[in-house]
Nanobody, 126 residues
Framework: QVQLVESGGGLVRAGDSLRLSCKSS????????VGWFRQSPGKGREYVGA????????YYADSVRGRFTISRDNAKNIVYLQIDRLNSEDTAVYYC???????????????????WGQGTQVTVSS
């Protein structure tokens, strides 16, 4: 198994940038692709993006492409989510999730991911 812990959330102002971290422990991190999701109040969980186990390929939802950047440092067992030009619609709990690489490229569906972190709250004030 792998355990995931998100951090880096907080209260920020519109227009600011923020970098979230997803720290893993347990099985070797390189066995997993990692996805990011978010859930706003009263809404379902929304796919944000994902990166391959090497970090060499990243995928993004159309709604965030150009503002969100996913990267990973396998030596540190961390995946990052950089969010630029934050706006009120980015207010949400952000989750990272891991998918075994044996299952192929990371997708955008929750069921594809086997391990989840507890989430970190991002609140954007206008």
């Amino acid at each position: 198994q792998v355990q995931l812990v998100e951090s880096g959330g907080g209260l920020v102002r519109a227009g600011d940038s923020l970098r979230l971290s997803c720290k893993s422990s347990g099985r070797p991190f390189t066995m997993y692709a990692v996805g990011w999701f978010r859930q706003s109040p009263g809404k379902g969980r929304e796919y944000v993006g994902a990166c391959s186990w090497t970090g060499g390929t990243s995928y993004y939802a159309d709604s965030v492409r150009g503002r969100f950047t996913i990267s990973r440092d396998n030596a540190k067992n961390i995946v990052y989510l950089q969010i630029d030009r934050l706006n009120s619609e980015d207010t949400a709990v952000y989750y990272c999730a891991a998918m075994g690489v044996a299952y192929g490229d990371p997708g955008d569906a929750e069921y594809e991911y086997h391990y989840w972190g507890q989430g970190t709250q991002v609140t954007v004030s206008s």
